[in-house]
T-cell receptor
Framework: GQQVMQIPQYQHVQEGEDFTTYCNSSTTLSNIQWYKQRPGGHPVFLIQLVKSGEVKKQKRLTFQFGEAKKNSSLHITATQTTDVGTYFCSGGTSYGKLTFGQGTILTVHP | DAGVTQSPTHLIKTRGQQVTLRCSPKSGHDTVSWYQQALGQGPQFIFQYYEEEERQRGNFPDRFSGHQFPNYSSELNVNALLLGDSALYLC????????????FGSGTRLTVV
């Protein structure tokens, strides 16, 4: 079955440093979605990418979808303590079934 | 406010018992999906309901079953509980065919002892 892998598993940064997490799928995806889960919370939708090579920005966050639609990345510029949490990518297939990666836990030290 | 309401928030059950979890989707959403999230892991897809039918199912045994009601709310039932069923159960709703992400509820924390 489809597998989605994320690296790194953990990332510790100083406030103000940049952060990147990478996502790779074993199969071609129809879309990729990114979610953020704060400690003790639930996943919150950040963005969906659909087109090959697509790049989207949300303030300090930049999302990319690979040309082959099998990989993606999330880059945060100048991290803040409010960025703390686990970032999940999820590969979308027909009828919206999402296969989640294991997530990258981001810790930001002030 | 997540928009998706799940109940109960926490539950403790004994091995072999049965449990029912409930979900009310965000207003205007017609599709409900259920996910199991073990500690330190990503959510795992259980199944999805649309028009009161199970449309897609993940790799979970038949002990996991569900239902969707005409008002789009949904239930997740788990029979013959095992210790390994202890997890956070998340309900996610969306509009069928809409090109945006899911809205997740705050989840039900199930502990099997």
């Amino acid at each position: 079955g489809q597998q989605v892998m994320q690296i790194p598993q953990y990332q510790h940064v100083q406030e103000g440093e940049d952060f990147t997490t990478y996502c790779n799928s074993s199969t071609t995806l129809s879309n990729i979605q990114w979610y953020k889960q704060r400690p003790g919370g639930h996943p919150v939708f950040l963005i969906q990418l659909v087109k090959s090579g697509e790049v989207k920005k949300q303030k300090r966050l930049t999302f990319q979808f690979g040309e082959a639609k099998k990989n993606s990345s999330l880059h945060i510029t100048a991290t803040q303590t409010t960025d703390v949490g686990t970032y999940f990518c999820s590969g979308g297939t027909s009828y919206g079934k999402l296969t989640f990666g294991q997530g990258t836990i981001l810790t930001v030290h002030p | 406010d997540a928009g998706v309401t799940q109940s109960p928030t926490h539950l403790i059950k004994t091995r072999g018992q049965q449990v029912t979890l409930r979900c009310s989707p965000k207003s205007g959403h017609d599709t409900v999906s259920w996910y199991q999230q073990a500690l330190g892991q990503g959510p795992q897809f259980i199944f999805q309901y649309y028009e009161e039918e199970e449309r897609q199912r993940g790799n979970f045994p038949d002990r996991f079953s569900g239902h969707q009601f005409p008002n789009y709310s949904s239930e997740l039932n788990v029979n013959a509980l095992l210790l390994g069923d202890s997890a956070l159960y998340l309900c996610a709703s969306s509009i069928d065919g809409a090109n945006y992400g899911y809205t997740f509820g705050s989840g039900t924390r199930l502990t099997v002892v």
